[in-house]
């Protein structure tokens, strides 16, 4: 699975949008784009993934480059909630379920 | 509702002792895995399961054992020939290999 890179963290106010970016530039054309998040000793969340098309669903938008080389999650309002250490990964679909997550970007939410 | 429930939470053993964390799913998932994580490290997978009475070791087998004798039910053994079993013990499942895979709340072990 190609490997992914993240900023090591950003802030965000309350209520606005967050925007979090991710390079993925050796993907590959089978490689979805995933991301979950995780809060502090709580199991990893799914939010959104997607292949090429941009996806949006109640918690998340992701857009993905035409090129499919970077992505970026956009958390329309963001709340205090929020605050988590978001993990971008790209897999192909058929492996056996190893993720390889990499140290992510832990987004900080400040009223 | 519909998830994946671990249990224990938070579970201290004495060194040599074997420990068996439990993982339950309601989600009619067929696939089920196990991952470890240590502070500040990504996961790491130590054994998954396709089809119930079928299971594969991942990359970190080595001390661990599994079972799954039923579809819900994937519970995780931690042997004492583990050499370093103290981390955080992740549950996941997926309608199949392949899917996405959804995670439970994760169990704190401490060996001592």
């Known amino acids: 699975d190609a490997k992914t890179t993240q900023p090591t963290s950003m802030d965000c106010a309350e209520g606005r949008a967050a925007n979090l970016p991710c390079n993925h530039s050796?993907?590959?054309?089978?490689?979805?784009v995933y991301w979950y998040r995780q809060i502090h000793s709580q199991g990893p969340q799914y939010i959104i993934h997607g292949l090429k098309n941009n996806e949006t669903n109640e918690m998340a938008s992701l857009i993905i480059t035409e090129d499919r080389k970077s992505s970026t999650l956009i958390l329309p309002h963001a709340t205090l909630r929020d605050t988590a250490v978001y993990y971008c990964?790209?897999?192909?679909?058929?492996?056996?379920?190893?993720?390889?997550f990499g140290q992510g970007t832990t987004l900080q939410v400040k009223p | 509702d519909g998830g994946i429930t671990q249990s224990p939470k938070y579970l201290f053993r004495k060194e040599g002792q074997n420990v068996t964390l439990s993982c339950e799913q309601n989600l009619n998932h067929d696939a089920m895995y196990w991952y470890r994580q240590d502070p500040g490290q990504g996961l790491r997978l130590i054994y998954y399961s396709q089809i119930v009475n079928d299971f594969q070791k991942g990359d970190i087998a080595e001390g661990y054992s599994v079972s799954r004798e039923k579809k819900e039910s994937f519970p995780l053994t931690v042997t004492s020939a583990q050499k370093n079993p103290t981390a955080f013990y992740l549950c996941?499942?997926?309608?199949?290999?392949?899917?996405?895979?959804?995670f439970g709340e994760g169990s704190w072990l401490t060996v001592v």
């Open positions: 996941a499942s997926s309608p199949s290999v392949g899917n996405t895979i959804y």
């Open positions: 050796t993907i590959s054309g089978n490689e979805y």
């Open positions: 990964i790209v897999r192909v679909l058929r492996n056996t379920g190893k993720l390889i």
